[in-house]
């Protein structure tokens, strides 16, 4: 079994998850007392966010990159990081290693594609709905993507900081979600991307009635998958 590197804490609620599902799905494949070799470096999630508002990319960059950096010298043979934002910087931290880096964006790719779905409705944090990186991993596939409108986009991004990210599950944050969804539905979205690692906490499959893509999950399996290759 190879060993999984995360880099966490963007935020720890989510990260707690991908723990929980890579440590359960190793069991479950392997059966007995089985779980993941794991390595797991939490930053200060106060400073990227501070480093993100400011547009501080090379900032966030330095910080995500010594972490892994860090994960790779312990010893793991490939490393996640645990929130679709940080994917923006992905490229550069995967250039100062020499193990892989599973890139969220392109296994969630890989997850709609297989489903044979080619629009799907994207939310997540503002950064992942309007800048390139998301989208240009989606088009790789030959998938388009539908995102809110600025409004939304706000609102979206201001549920995210404000709430999820802090554990936070309002049920009006989730009716509004669930009618977002259902409009972007409306709009020619065949599934939606839950594009931040903090949706899932609050959005399950059997609360929409288009396909759900769990980025946590998808992301933890992949995860799972490399750790038991051969």
């Not at 599902?21 to 007995?32: K, T, Y």
């Not at 929130?83 to 296994?107: F, G, R, W």
């Not at 489903?115 to 800048?131: C, E, N, P, S």
Request: glycine content about 6%; proline content about 3%; some cysteine.
């Amino acid at each position: 079994m190879k060993t999984i590197g995360l880099v966490g804490g963007t935020s720890w609620i989510s990260t707690v998850d991908y723990y929980r599902i890579i440590n359960q799905q190793i069991n479950n494949r392997l059966g007995g007392d089985e779980a993941a070799k794991l390595i797991l470096y939490s930053v200060n999630f106060g400073e990227i966010k501070k480093l993100t508002q400011q547009d501080n990319w090379e900032g966030v960059a330095s910080i995500i990159t010594a972490a892994a950096q860090a994960v790779e010298k312990a010893g793991a043979d490939c490393v996640l990081l645990c929130a679709n934002t940080m994917h923006h910087i992905a490229d550069k931290v995967q250039a100062q290693l020499s193990i892989p880096l599973l890139h969220i964006a392109k296994e969630t790719a890989k997850a709609i594609k297989s489903k044979g779905i080619d629009t799907v409705a994207l939310l997540g944090t503002k950064y992942t709905m309007q800048l390139p990186f998301y989208k240009d991993s989606l088009m790789e596939q030959g998938i388009r993507t539908i995102v809110p409108d600025d409004i939304n986009i706000q609102k979206v991004n201001a549920t995210i900081y404000d709430e999820l990210g802090k554990g936070i599950l309002l049920p009006q944050t989730k009716e509004y979600y669930l009618q977002l969804i259902d409009d972007l539905s409306k709009q020619g979205a065949e599934g939606v991307i839950l594009g931040c690692t903090e949706i899932p906490l609050l959005i399950k499959q059997e609360d929409c009635s288009i396909p759900v893509f769990d980025t946590t999950f998808i992301h933890a399996s992949a995860a799972v998958d490399y750790a038991l290759q051969d």
